[in-house]
């Protein structure tokens, strides 16, 4: 056993200065969410044409949800709402 104190991690500027701004949130969630637009009309296009539904397409629309759904979290943030911030 050490006696040395334990060193909390303070976040870095740049990851503070992430959450603080609202246009870098929107700019890279909603680039996350245009990306899986993109990948899903590729997918789609495939079925569209009436190939069957292959293992590829499906991984190419659980991908391009995934995307979706990260792109949310980024804009919507929910892990700096979910503590109440004391000062």
């Not at 993109?38 to 044409?49: C, D, E, G, P, S």
């Amino acid at each position: 056993m050490s006696n040395a104190p334990e060193a909390t991690a303070a976040p870095s500027k740049s990851l503070q200065a992430f959450k603080d701004c609202w246009g870098c949130r929107a700019v890279s969630g909603g680039g996350l969410i245009l990306s899986a637009a993109y990948v899903f009309n590729a997918a789609r296009r495939v079925m569209k044409q009436g190939a069957p539904t292959s293992m590829g397409t499906v991984a190419q629309l659980t991908f391009a949800a995934s995307l979706a759904a990260w792109g949310a979290v980024i804009i919507t943030d929910p892990v700096g709402k979910s503590h109440r911030k004391t000062t």
